[in-house]
């Protein structure tokens, strides 16, 4: 029986800003074994998102900066026979927006709308491993 690691390790670092205080940053890695049958599904509301093909073990570094909901969005790993799927995961949201806001229920939607959390994402994967990117917002 083949056993995999999933691994997340995760620090926070301030970064040097000329007006107010300096944004947090959170980071998370994920390292596995992956062949080239499998693939990677990514799914987050805002981010830029670069793959780098190399060979050996598959690689997702994720930075997110924020200075709204930063310290409780959470990144969710799941291992699926097709491969990985990464999701952004928002906390229940009990604040309601102005009535002419036109978004599902607070409850519903999480924090997503209250955050301004962006992701970096930079995906390191052997030759033929399939990426299926949805990004509600992309970032450049």
Request: net charge positive; hydrophobic share 45%.
């Amino acid at each position: 029986m083949t056993r995999t690691a999933i691994l997340f390790f995760l620090a926070a670092a301030p970064v040097l800003m000329a007006d107010g205080p300096p944004p947090s940053i959170r980071r998370w890695l994920l390292e596995q074994p992956i062949n080239a049958r499998h693939s990677v599904e990514l799914r987050l509301a805002r981010a830029k998102v670069l793959q780098v093909v190399r060979p050996g073990p598959l690689r997702i570094e994720i930075a997110a900066r924020g200075s709204h909901g930063l310290h409780s969005v959470r990144i969710k790993a799941d291992r699926t026979r097709e491969g990985m799927s990464i999701s952004d995961v928002y906390p229940a949201d009990a604040t309601v927006g102005p009535p002419s806001e036109c978004v599902p229920p607070a409850g519903a939607r999480g924090a997503l709308w209250s955050s301004d959390v962006v992701f970096e994402v930079t995906i390191y994967a052997p030759y033929g491993v399939g990426t299926f990117v949805d990004v509600m917002d992309r970032r450049r």
